[in-house]
């Protein structure tokens, strides 16, 4: 048999909040492994740790207990400047609510992340170009976020999301906002680039229609990781 090198290692991890004096624990001691190239699904119910435990991995919030190693770095030791460069270079995110700048045309959404990374601005343009056509929004590169429907905007998140080639794509309930058929093409795209870039792919929902697409599948109950039901 053989095991494909891990690209996202979470080792009994646990994340603590409080509201007013009581605590709320979102993640009660998860442990998972990724391996490079995965296409996964994170499913539960609301309120079962799916945000938080992404969260966790892209750098957004730190983990109570346990540790996070993204393809090798230990997350749970950074901080600040550190946390967001590690995150700005093997991350990209996709957000249910899309979350384009308004501004910013399509292109320049995209372009947007490549301004933290050391290029030339002709090869930050070109790198930005070829995610919008692999999203297949070339054409519509001048667009604003409002000019473009729920699915297209979708598209140019995920175009931002893959542009700096990070190591892996982190999408929470990425198809809430878009009607079944659109939702279902979003990650038929997203599988499509999975495919074709090698780039993991982890993603959370509670639509069941959606998971079918899902190379694995991962249950999330109360802040544990549970059987398939
Ligand atoms: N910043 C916070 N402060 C306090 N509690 C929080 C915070 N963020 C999340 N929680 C709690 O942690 C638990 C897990 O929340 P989380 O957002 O990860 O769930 P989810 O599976 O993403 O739910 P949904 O499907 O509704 O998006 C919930 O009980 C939630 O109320
Ligand atoms: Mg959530």
């Known amino acids: 048999m053989t095991t494909r090198e891990s690209v996202l ?15 709320v624990f979102a993640l009660r001691g998860v442990s998972l492994s990724v391996s490079r190239g995965e296409f996964l699904a994170i499913a539960g119910p609301s309120g079962s740790g799916k945000t938080t435990l992404l969260n966790l991995v892209g750098g957004i919030e730190q983990p109570s207990s346990g540790a996070v190693r993204l393809n090798g770095v230990e997350l749970q030791h950074l901080s600040g400047d550190v946390l967001a460069d590690v ?14 700048l308004p501004v910013l045309t399509a292109l320049e ?3 947007f992340p490549l301004l933290t990374h050391r290029l030339s601005s002709e090869q930050r343009r070109r790198q930005a170009q070829e995610a ?84 694995r599948l991962v249950h999330l109950s109360d802040g544990v990781i549970v059987d398939a039901p």
Request: glycine share 6%.
């Open 109 to 111: 959404n995209v372009e």
């Open 132 to 215: 919008l056509d692999r999203v297949g929004l070339l054409s519509h590169a001048a667009h604003k976020p409002m000019e473009l429907s729920g699915g297209q905007r979708q598209r140019v998140a995920i175009a931002r999301a893959i542009v700096t080639r990070p190591a892996i794509v982190l999408a929470d309930e990425p198809t809430a906002n878009l009607d079944q058929a659109t939702g279902a093409q979003i990650l038929q795209l997203m599988r499509n680039l999975n495919r074709a870039l090698g780039t993991t792919c982890v993603f959370s929902t509670h639509d069941h229609n959606i998971l079918r697409l899902a190379e």
């Open 9 to 23: 290692e979470i080792v009994q991890v646990t994340k603590q909040y409080r509201v007013g004096s009581s605590p």
């Open 87 to 100: 995150r700005a270079r093997h991350t990209g995110f996709v957000f249910q609510s899309f979350n384009l």
